[in-house]
């Protein structure tokens, strides 16, 4: 439809003024009480329902052996555990500058506790040990549940 058509079909129309009721409308001059009137009448041969009351058993509390709760149902779900010595900010050149030999600076201090993250959320921190020649880490101090969710602030 091209411009010359729309404005043909809008010299016909008057937008400012909103079209006046008829006379002979019926919906003109409806009121609340006619609406529930109407509403009344559509009600009338409705089918009735009908409803009755549940009674649902009352919850009981399971006593799992040592009043403990029963977790069997996720003692199997597989956690990825990561300790994290340090952390460095190197650049590509610097990175392909490395080789045998090489020391990367990290951000923490000797004697500096561990940060021991599982699935990637801090859980606690520590310090290394060795066990039967190969390095373990021993918690010093778990994080508390205010501090996790300080951290994802």
């Known amino acids: 439809m091209e411009q010359n058509e729309i404005d043909e079909l809008l010299k016909g129309t008057n937008l400012e003024d ?12 409806l009121g609340w009480d006619d609406v529930a009137q109407e509403l009344r009448e559509s009600q009338k041969g409705a089918p009735q329902v009908a409803v009755s009351a549940v009674n649902f058993p009352e919850l009981q509390q399971r006593d799992s052996g040592k009043g403990a709760l029963a977790l069997d149902f996720i003692l199997d779900i597989p956690l990825t555990l990561n300790v994290e010595l340090g952390r460095s900010q190197l650049l590509i050149n ?3 500058q490395l080789g045998q030999g090489s020391v990367i600076e990290l951000t923490k201090l000797a004697g500096e506790p561990m940060d021991v993250f599982v699935n990637q959320r801090l859980i606690a921190r520590g310090e290394v040990v060795v066990v039967n020649e190969k390095f373990g880490v021993r918690l010093t101090d778990i994080v508390s ?9």
Do not use: H, T
């Not at 909103?18 to 001059?29: E, F, K, R, T, V």
């Open 18 to 29: 909103p079209p006046a009721a008829d006379a002979g409308d019926a919906n003109a001059a």
């Open 94 to 96: 610097e990175l392909l």
């Open 145 to 153: 549940p205010s501090e996790r969710v300080e951290k994802l602030r």
